[in-house]
């Protein structure tokens, strides 16, 4: 996993996957086992998937770049608690899967709750078995 700042401004976590790393035949494959892992978890629910790809190949100024094949989002949330409204800015959080010709582009937002950036940082890095 590596740390960034994306756009200057928000910290996300990426990892590049490369396709000869893991088991997962697909990008349905790597969903699958998000939404396993999510519905595994204590606290997280499972929301559903985004087809982000689907999305803005449909808008008639859509622009995707030429080497992404597919993107994907899978949504979850981890609030136990509600301790103010602001709360809700971050939640709930994304897992993006982006897959270009021989890799996965797998990035997330820095959770601000440890727990749940934990977790997503382990289910990610569990995606690399080979």
Known sequence: MQAKQFNNEYPI?????KKSETSMPNIQAIMAHYELKIKEHPVATYIGIFDHYKHT???????????ILDAQEVLCCFGKDLANPEVLAVRP???GIAE???EYVISFLKAPNPVAHDAMV???????DI
């Open 93 to 95: 959080r994304a897992i």
């Open 122 to 128: 382990l289910w990610t890095q569990s995606l690399k």
């Open 100 to 102: 270009l010709q021989d």
């Open 13 to 17: 976590y990426t990892m590049t996957l």
């Open 57 to 67: 190949s449909s808008l008639k100024d859509g622009v995707i770049a030429p080497h």
